[in-house]
């Protein structure tokens, strides 16, 4: 007896996300030799098409991922295998999938709508010939016989206005009772195959932010980055993918909005630079190839991509003149790449994120005009943060800043003091300053591509009675910044003291949890998702100390100097006199 469990993977199936349904072992079995010449039938039900559609257009194709394994096997030219039947094993052990284990039994948790998806791209990579499943009548049955003992990865592709799961199906060993956890070699039945497709409820658009490469898990849903933090005049790339229907009718729908908060669309193809649109079908395999002749809608005006620059949202329509520019990709993914920048008159700030939107709009039925068939998917959505140092929070400002006060005196009660200029730069590895020229300073933005010019970029203590003192700078990403003071005051000493401000966020599912800031790690307050949080404000004071008095011209400095000497001169004098009369005598 061998403990043979292909049997369990029907429900297995069912429960990793395909939703098969366990066909009752007991019955639809035959008599089995236990070799390679045993075969057997596949099932396939639930196909349907629109009740205007013609068949044609579906294909139903099974590749076999799983194996019968028959030990001794010595064919001769012309025969079958004659070695008996003796477990499973993958039919692609190089795919990085594996679904049985050394011991011929399946890895009940192995079959997963992922796996499953990375097996039909290495399939599909390899160029893999399945096989083809002919419909038997109209009710949608599809049906393949005379095939060898396996589990099937089954495909079903050209369906209208659907997007049907990979699903699988087994042909597999059973006891005469049914059973197939102990299958006994010398007494094997066959049992065929049947399940039923199962349609994705409705296709989805997903958005991602691209190349961030220190993102937390609670910044990803699965692999996907969807938030993260940014300084104010960063470029963003982002990616939006969706699955390309099939449509044969005359009234297709294909269109996706995409709408931005805080940021505004980049474009930019001047020399060294490539910020521009790319658009691809993407195939099972990675392979991409660009599409063209879609058109970029504003209202009821087409733009051209280079109009787009500095727009708040873009519309793609993918359907021209009723012509459905992607019906030769219907199966292949949608991918749409394109840059974005952090617009600093629009940008929102701290526990406020600056949001990127997408849907795509589509029809179930391309053979019905009008918008009963339409539908839109819901939104998807990335956030990207940035922070300020000024402690404001949806309007209210917060006593919580970095403030510029009078040192000289003992007085709890500091004087603010406005007019000293600071720099606020980052190092690299080395320790080398790398001037920060992105910052929203003193409520004006202090951009330049010239590193040179933005050393001389200045932060300005507030003179404003309302906030006097106040060093605001917002628009900061997550990250160790130093800010210095390069002018005091008038009447006032130079600090020569590095402040260290470190921004440091923490997310919980794709959400700002909070964002500590810290001076000299100290905390000057934290932000959470509903408030600011104030916690030392003496921590965000930085003194300075009135300089010595100097004399003036015609002062008392000078008045003093003038006594001093006289009377140096007069004491000099009677000295001598006293000496001339001593050597008289």
Avoid: W
């Avoid at 708040?312 to 749409?336: D, P, R, S």
């Avoid at 940035?386 to 007085?411: A, P, R, V, Y």
């Avoid at 001037?435 to 001389?456: E, K």
């Amino acid at each position: 007896a061998m403990a043979m469990v292909l049997g369990m993977s029907l429900t297995s199936f069912a429960s990793e996300g395909s939703t098969i349904p366990n066909p009752n072992p007991t019955t639809d079995k035959a008599p089995a030799s236990g070799t390679s010449a045993d075969k057997g039938t596949i099932a396939i039900s639930g196909v349907a098409a629109n009740d205007d559609e013609s068949e044609s257009t579906i294909s139903v194709t099974a590749y076999q991922i799983i194996k019968a394994r028959y030990e001794n096997n010595k064919p001769t030219d012309g025969e079958e295998d004659s070695g008996k039947f003796s477990g499973y094993e993958d039919v692609y052990p190089d795919s990085g999938v594996d679904f049985v284990d050394t011991k011929g039994e399946l890895i009940e948790s192995s079959i997963t709508e992922a796996n499953l998806a990375a097996i039909r791209a290495y399939i599909e990579n390899q160029n893999v010939v399945g096989t083809e499943m002919n419909a038997t009548n109209t009710s949608g049955e599809y049906k393949a016989e005379n095939v060898p003992v396996g589990t099937y990865l089954v495909v079903i592709s050209g369906a209208e206005g659907k997007i049907y799961s990979n699903i699988v199906v087994s042909v597999q060993y059973v006891n005469e009772d049914g059973s197939s956890e102990q299958v006994e070699s010398a007494n094997l039945y066959i049992h065929n195959g049947m399940t039923f497709a199962k349609v994705q409820e409705n296709p989805t658009i997903t958005k991602e932010i691209e190349n961030v490469s220190d993102a937390t898990e609670g910044q990803k849903d699965d692999d996907k980055v969807v938030a993260n933090t940014a300084n104010v005049g960063d470029v963003l790339q982002f990616k939006i993918t969706a699955p390309i229907l099939h449509y044969s009718g005359n009234y297709p729908v294909f269109k996706v909005t995409d709408t931005l908060t805080g940021l505004k669309y980049k474009y930019d193809i001047s020399e060294g630079n490539n910020y521009r649109m790319s658009v691809n079908a993407v195939d099972g395999t990675g392979k991409k190839t660009p599409i063209t002749g879609y058109t970029i809608e504003k209202g009821d005006a087409s733009l051209s991509e280079e109009a787009l620059a500095n727009e708040t949202q873009i519309v793609l329509n993918f359907v021209t003149n009723n012509g459905y520019i992607l019906k030769e990709y219907a199966g292949q993914t949608l991918e749409i790449t394109y840059y974005a920048t952090i617009d600093a008159s629009a940008a929102q700030y701290n526990s406020d994120p600056n949001k990127n939107t997408v849907k795509l709009e589509y029809t179930h039925n391309s053979n019905v005009s009008g918008d009963g068939e339409k539908d839109e998917t819901p939104e998807d959505e990335t956030k990207t943060y940035t922070f300020d140092l000024s402690g404001e929070m949806n309007g209210s400002t917060t006593e919580s800043m970095i403030t510029k006060k009078d040192g000289s005196t003992m007085e709890t009660t500091k004087k603010a003091l406005g007019g000293a200029e600071f720099m606020l730069y980052q190092k690299d590895l080395n320790g080398a300053i790398i001037p920060y020229i992105n910052a929203v300073m003193n409520d004006r933005v202090a951009v330049s591509s010239d590193q040179n010019a933005a050393m001389t970029t200045k932060v300005v203590s507030s003179a404003d009675n309302s906030n006097k003192g106040a060093i605001i700078i917002r628009g900061l990403a997550a990250g160790t910044y130093y800010l210095k003071e390069t002018k005091a005051p008038d009447g006032y000493s130079l600090s020569d003291h590095e402040y260290v401000i470190v921004v440091a966020p923490t997310f919980e599912n794709e959400e700002l949890k909070e964002c500590k800031i810290t001076v000299d790690g100290q905390d000057l307050f934290t932000i959470t998702k509903t408030n600011v949080t104030n916690k030392v404000e003496a921590n965000g004071v930085i003194l300075n100390t009135k300089l010595s008095s100097l004399p003036s011209t015609g002062g008392i400095g000078t008045t003093i100097f003038t006594i001093g000497g006289c009377a140096i001169m007069i004491v000099a004098a009677g000295l001598y006199f006293a000496s001339r009369r001593k050597s008289s005598k």
